[in-house]
């Protein structure tokens, strides 16, 4: 999965990687909060940011900082 920016313009900003060697799904759970954060909820079969699977698919959440 990855995640870009783009300013109001639309002229790119950043990008960022998020996932695990094995399969990885943000569906469509990409939101944003009223001070521009953005998040990120999905599942995944593998381990994920240096954390360890606990079981078949694991739940994410995660917080990029506007």
């Known amino acids: 999965m990855f995640l870009a920016k783009y300013d109001n313009a639309g002229t790119y900003q950043w990008k960022t990687n998020l996932g695990s060697a094995v ?19 999905g599942h995944t079969s593998g381990d994920l940011d240096g954390q360890f699977k606990t079981g078949v698919n694991d739940l994410f959440i995660t917080k990029y900082n506007a």
């Open 23 to 41: 399969f990885n799904t943000a569906e469509a759970s990409v939101v944003t909060d009223s001070l521009g954060n953005v998040y990120v909820t």
